[in-house]
């Protein structure tokens, strides 16, 4: 099998394959084969942008779930409490429809492959 790059192409693989001492025929070998395999699933720049839009959102959504039970458990007497409850949950479900948004982007882009 031969493989062929334009020149960018072939620097960024022998870099790759010079971080892991490597030679670029080895490197790319050992990619096709995880590939090949399903060990490795290759993923666009805008994939990798969205899977790390909904990692922080999942952080995100974390904490603000975390604020929101400790503000509900101070319970409603506390001076505030429903002002600083709907602030959090306002902040609660701009997370949701981020990673919802990111979600359905993913399933867009998997699609797109099969």
């Given at each position: 099998?031969n493989?062929?790059?334009?020149?960018a192409?072939?620097?960024?693989?022998?870099?790759?394959?010079?971080?892991?001492g490597?030679s670029p025929?080895?490197w790319?070998g050992?990619?096709?084969m995880?590939?090949?395999?399903?060990?490795?699933?290759?993923?666009?720049?805008?994939?990798e942008?969205?899977?790390r839009e909904?990692?922080?959102?999942?952080v995100?959504?974390?904490?603000?779930v975390?604020v929101?039970?400790?503000?509900?458990?101070?319970?409603p007497?506390?001076?505030g409490?429903?002002?600083t409850?709907?602030?959090?949950l306002?902040q609660?479900l701009?997370?949701?429809a981020?990673v919802?948004?990111?979600?359905?982007?993913?399933?867009?882009e998997?699609?797109?492959?099969?």
């Open positions: 099998m493989l062929s790059f334009n020149d192409e072939l620097e960024v693989v022998r870099l790759a394959a010079g971080r892991e490597m025929a080895s790319a050992r990619q096709v995880a590939v090949a395999q399903h060990v490795l699933v290759p993923v666009s720049r805008d994939a942008d969205v899977l909904l990692v922080q959102a999942r995100h959504l974390r904490e603000t975390a929101l039970r400790a503000v509900t458990a101070a319970g007497h506390v001076a409490v429903a002002e409850a709907a602030t959090v306002a609660a701009d997370a949701v981020r919802d948004e990111a979600t359905v982007q993913v399933m867009r998997r699609r797109s492959r099969s």
